[in-house]
């Protein structure tokens, strides 16, 4: 139980791109998505909760990243005007709906080339 | 305030012998803390997770983690490693809404 899918696992873009997070065998109120460099930690850059606007981290841009939670099982991110400097490992998380845990699980990521 | 260090940023043992990864914590709150594992390319795997049940937590392939409020610690170890325990290592700590995570210990098995 609890697999959180995302799609693609890579892909290299231009100018823009959408990456799913899906939540297979759960609903999840709440996402995250994180990104990470090459031998570093995650860093979180927003949350997203279903039905409402994400909240993103400080310095994270909101209109480059674009974040959409449609439904319980189904996170999007869009990264618009993408540049090479975006380029990079995404990873969202999905934590359960209800359950009162506060347990993430997370996806396989998604390797990120801008050209 | 809420934070998660890792004491060694790469770990090397022999296949077979025991594995220690140390974690140290703070936190404000009563915290839930987690291990994951990431191995390349891919994403992070629930190893185990403290919630004040039991200080000592069983985690799967082996792992095991202990909770010590006072050493604020939480190391995670296995009795004899194997070759595809090889890959990164997260500790973090829940508060409230988000993750705060470990800067990861590489562990490298050799065999």
């Known amino acids: 139980g609890a697999v959180v899918s995302q799609h693609p696992s890579w892909v290299i873009c231009k100018s823009s791109v959408k990456i799913e997070c899906r939540s297979l065998?759960?609903?999840?109120?709440?996402m995250f998505w994180y990104r990470q460099f090459p031998k570093q930690s995650l860093m979180l850059m927003a949350t997203?909760?279903?039905?409402?606007?994400?909240?993103?981290e400080q310095g994270v841009e909101k209109d480059k990243f674009l974040i959409n939670h449609a439904s319980l099982t189904l996170s999007t991110l869009t990264v618009t005007s993408a540049h090479p400097e975006d380029s990079s490992f995404y990873i969202c998380?999905?934590?359960?709906?209800?359950?009162?845990?506060?347990?993430?699980?997370f996806g396989p990521g998604t390797r990120l080339t801008v050209l | 305030a809420q934070s998660v260090t890792q004491l060694d940023s790469h770990v090397s043992v022999s296949e077979g012998t025991p594995v220690l990864l140390r974690c140290n914590y703070s936190?404000?709150?009563?915290?839930?803390l987690f291990w994951y594992v990431q191995h390349p390319n891919k994403g992070l795997q629930l190893l185990l997770k403290?919630?004040?049940?039991?200080?000592l937590v069983k985690g799967i392939n082996g792992f095991e983690a202990e909770f010590k409020k006072s050493e604020t610690s939480f190391h995670l170890t296995k009795p004899s490693a194997h070759m595809s325990d090889a890959a990164e290592y997260f500790c973090?700590?829940?508060?409230?809404?988000?993750?705060?995570f470990g800067t990861g210990t590489s562990l490298t098995v050799i065999p």
């Open positions: 998380s999905a934590r359960a709906s209800g359950s009162g845990t506060d347990t993430q699980y």
């Open positions: 065998d759960f609903q999840a109120t709440t």
């Open positions: 997203s909760n279903e039905g409402s606007k994400a909240t993103y």
């Open positions: 936190s404000s709150y009563s915290p839930s």
């Open positions: 403290y919630t004040s049940a039991a200080t």
């Open positions: 973090v700590v829940s508060a409230g809404n988000q993750f705060y």
